[in-house]
């Protein structure tokens, strides 16, 4: 009787194979990463409209030399469409914020636009943001705070 030290090449292949069958079958059943995506945007939109928010208080405009004009303050307006954001100082746009592919944005008003005491000119806004099955909805009170959520504002979102 022969012992045998080791297996064939043909053995490795074939135990290879198997290997990344196996695991090949068991990443096509695991849910897609949509929702890292969709909750690290909403993060970056939930910034933008932070610092919206602060330029309308005034609070950057000694560290910013673009911002130094402090009357200008309450003119800071958020515009959003499907295609992102805009932070606009009057008519000159400071800041752009644009969605990524195959992510689709919705939102209940065009223009968000903060007092000088952080709070919103006018109602609730909601932004939702879509990545597939996966939606966060980023929502503004009238009182300036600034939340991500899984659920709907009450109310719904209204185009």
């Not at 990344?20 to 933008?48: C, F, H, K, N």
């Amino acid at each position: 009787m022969r012992c045998n030290e080791g297996g064939s090449s043909i053995e490795l292949m074939i135990c290879i194979s198997i290997f990344l069958l196996m695991v090949s079958v068991s990443s096509a059943s695991l849910p897609a990463a949509g929702w890292l995506r969709t909750d690290y945007e909403a993060g970056r939109i939930q910034s933008e409209l932070r610092l919206c928010r602060e330029l309308s208080k005034g609070q950057y405009f000694n560290a910013d030399p673009r911002f130094r004009d402090k009357q200008m303050a309450p003119e800071m307006k958020l515009y959003v469409d499907g295609d992102g954001l805009r932070l606009c100082q009057g008519i000159r746009v400071i800041r752009r914020y644009k969605v990524p592919e195959r992510m689709v944005m919705r939102s209940s008003r065009s223009i968000i636009q903060f007092g000088w005491d952080g709070a919103t000119q006018g109602t609730t806004a909601a932004i939702s943001l879509q990545d597939g099955r996966t939606v966060r909805y980023i929502i503004v009170d009238s009182a300036g705070r600034i939340r991500v959520s899984d659920a709907p504002p009450e109310g719904g979102m209204k185009n």
